[in-house]
């Protein structure tokens, strides 16, 4: 049965120099490289690093670009998380994106948009109600993400408020949501 992911490969492979795809264990040594060139050492210092400590991203969203020659030139993963807890006192599943990065010598290509636009079809696809993240809100509004649906929830550590952004894939899904970002993904065994 064609995936989502399929339908992203055959849209971009024909037009451009890279495929979206979902990562591999062949891809985690490039990631982890181009995530240290582009975000630099600090990145592991992050609050949202906390929810990713010591878990596996959600199933079926890490994906990758990679260029003509297969090698990572972008990465993207999400992460399942408790988004605080709603009126009624149920905890509120969601995914938290992050990091998107794409190589320095390729941005502004459509690379980011891609990974992005992938990562938000495969989430809806998979069922997921919403996805929130920390990032710069002049480039994540046009995917929709915006600060107004996560003004009662807190990370946990510091964060600028106006970072801190969420894309509801099911409308309403985080009506009355308060609390604190838990994760609840896998574990690493
Ligand atoms: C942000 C990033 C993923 C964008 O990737 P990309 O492949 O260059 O993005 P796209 O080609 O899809 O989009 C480029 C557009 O986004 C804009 N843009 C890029 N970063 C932006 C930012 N931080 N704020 C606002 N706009 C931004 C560019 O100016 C360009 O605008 P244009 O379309 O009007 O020319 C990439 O620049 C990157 O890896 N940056 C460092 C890591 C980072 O900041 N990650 C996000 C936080 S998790």
Redesign the pocket.
């Known amino acids: 049965m064609a995936t989502v992911l399929d339908s992203v490969r055959a849209f971009f492979a024909p037009t451009t120099t890279y495929a979206i795809d979902a990562e591999t264990p062949a891809d985690v040594v490039a990631r982890e490289t181009l995530l240290d060139r582009?975000?630099g050492p600090d990145r592991r210092m992050k609050s949202s690093e906390k929810i990713r400590r010591n878990r596996l991203p959600a199933e079926g969203l890490a994906l990758v670009a990679r260029n003509a020659e297969a090698h990572t030139i972008g990465t993207v993963r999400l992460w399942n998380i408790e988004a605080g807890i709603a009126m009624d006192g149920a905890p509120i599943d969601a995914l938290l994106l992050?990091?998107?990065?794409?190589d320095c010598t390729?941005?502004?290509?459509?690379?980011?948009?891609a990974l992005m636009r992938a990562a938000i079809m495969e989430a809806t696809h998979r069922g997921h109600g919403a996805i929130l993240l920390v990032?710069?809100a002049?480039?994540y509004e046009r995917f929709g993400f915006f600060a107004e649906k996560t003004r009662h929830l807190v990370m946990p550590g510091p964060f600028q408020r106006n970072r801190f952004l969420a894309l509801e894939l099911k409308p309403g899904w985080l009506d009355g949501a308060a609390g604190m970002i838990v994760a609840s993904g896998r574990k690493f065994a």
């Open positions: 582009v975000m992050g990091p998107l990065a794409v390729c941005e502004g290509k459509g690379i980011g948009a990032g710069d002049a480039y």
